[in-house]
Every structure is written in C-alpha cells, then in structure tokens.
C-alpha cells in the first residue's frame, strides 16, 4: 500500500464503521505490518483483531476465517492490501 492512504478509502472506512479512525491510527498500525505478518496464521488474526479494535467492531470467527483463507490463497503481498481493502468496502 502506497505510503499515503487514499482519503477516499479512509472516507469509506469511516462511513462505513460509523467510527472516526484517523489517518495516523491506520498507518501505526501498519508500519507494524510486513510480508511475513501476511504469511503467518497467527499474525494474521492477531492483525485483524488489532483493526478490530481500532475501529471498535467485533468481528465474528467466521469472518476472520474467511479473511485468512482469502489472504492465505490469493498469495497476498502488502502492496496488495490496497485492493483487498477496497474489495471489503464493497461487502
């Protein structure tokens, strides 16, 4: 993902949630995140349940499943990740 977050997909995330995450939460967060956090099973959920709790939203076992299993299959690489976001923004 590009250093800088496209204010259109922040904008969706925001509207979406109905939570107001800024800019510098999502790329502390990120900085975190490598190619090996995508490639480990268990960083992978403790990610998804770190912007779980970023924007204040359970999200089910299942959902997290799928989420793995779809990063998992698709080889994903982190500059990848811009798309996977945006294809979660259509859900």
Same mark, same amino acid.
């Given at each position: 993902?590009?250093?800088?977050?496209?204010?259109?997909?922040?904008?969706?995330? =925001?509207?979406?949630?109905?939570?107001?995450?800024?800019? =510098?939460?999502?790329?502390?967060?990120?900085?975190? *995140?490598?190619?090996?956090?995508?490639? =480990?099973?268990?960083?992978?959920?403790?990610?998804?349940?770190?912007?779980?709790?970023?924007?204040?939203?359970?999200?089910?076992?299942?959902?997290? =499943?799928?989420?793995?299993?779809?990063?998992?299959?698709?080889?994903?690489?982190?500059?990848?990740?811009?798309?996977? *976001?945006?294809?979660?923004?259509?859900?």
């Amino acid at each position: 993902m590009s250093k800088d977050i496209p204010k259109d997909v922040l904008g969706a995330i =925001n509207k979406k949630t109905g939570k107001n995450i800024s800019e =510098n939460t999502v790329k502390k967060l990120a900085s975190g *995140v490598d190619a090996k956090t995508l490639q =480990n099973e268990a960083e992978l959920r403790k990610l998804i349940k770190q912007v779980s709790d970023m924007a204040k939203i359970k999200v089910p076992e299942s959902t997290v =499943n799928d989420i793995v299993k779809a990063v998992k299959s698709s080889g994903m690489s982190p500059s990848s990740m811009e798309t996977l *976001v945006k294809m979660m923004m259509k859900k």
